[in-house]
């Protein structure tokens, strides 16, 4: 009887090592060699010829968006700019380059007194060319964001004024027109054409003369109602 037990017992014991056993390398194999084999199985895909290389800005670049979607506009404002910066070759930087051109025109053209905009209390003998150029904006800003119908001012006028200072780099390759503000990345647009003089060398540093408005043959003015 005793034997029976002792021989019960050692069987037993062996079937726990091997069961043991057995669920150890199961163990091994899902957590250490399965992930290893997928893991050398991916970077063969990654190496296959003809395969675009991993692009690490995307995963900035929906953390980015996801921030923006919880309403934390400023977090998500701020890790787009670093994705510009970190990782400029990204495929995610015309998707960033559009979010925060939107971002910036949305606060440049709001009616608060953020980024430099101010009430501007019109002086006798003020000119709206000399308060354009004061403050760094355009006639045409002045006139849009205050309805002007008229060159005229009055003394004690209010003026809403928007400054301008921005910097435009042109691409004359891709046809791309990027405004920086404080060498900032602001917005982006694609020019329709682009005719240089000939001779002109690049790169070059021009200024920005007077921009004119052409409407059946006549120059329209920004107070005018054609104008837009």
Not at 26 to 44: F, G, H, R, S, V
Not at 99 to 123: P, R, T
Not at 130 to 149: D, P
Not at 157 to 185: C, R, W, Y
Request: hydrophobic content about 40%.
């Amino acid at each position: 009887m005793a034997r029976a037990q002792i021989k019960l017992l050692l069987f037993l014991i062996t079937l726990g090592i091997v069961v043991g056993c057995f669920a150890t390398a199961l163990w091994i194999y899902q957590n250490i060699m399965l992930p290893e084999k997928q893991t050398q199985a991916d970077i063969k895909q990654m190496q296959a010829p003809g395969r675009p290389p991993p692009d690490p800005g995307a995963r900035r670049f929906d953390a980015a968006v996801e921030l923006l979607r919880d309403g934390k506009l400023t977090e998500g404002r701020d890790a787009l700019y670093k994705l510009l910066q970190q990782f400029p070759k990204s495929a995610t930087c015309g998707e960033a380059k559009r979010i925060l051109g939107e971002m910036n025109m949305d606060a440049l053209c709001s009616l608060d007194l953020s980024g430099g905009k101010k009430d501007y209390i019109v002086q006798p003998r003020d000119a709206l060319v000399a308060i354009a150029k004061k403050n760094h904006t355009s006639m045409e800003a002045i006139c849009r964001f205050n309805a002007l119908t008229s060159f005229n001012l009055q003394p004690g006028e209010h003026l809403f004024l928007i400054p301008l200072d921005f910097d435009m780099v042109l691409n004359s390759a891709t046809g791309k027109l990027t405004l920086l503000q404080n060498g900032l990345f602001f917005k982006e647009y694609t020019a329709l054409k682009v005719a240089l003089n000939p001779g002109t060398k690049s790169p070059s540093e021009m200024e920005k003369g007077n921009k004119s408005s052409i409407n059946g043959g006549k120059t329209i003015t920004p107070d005018s109602a054609d104008f837009m």
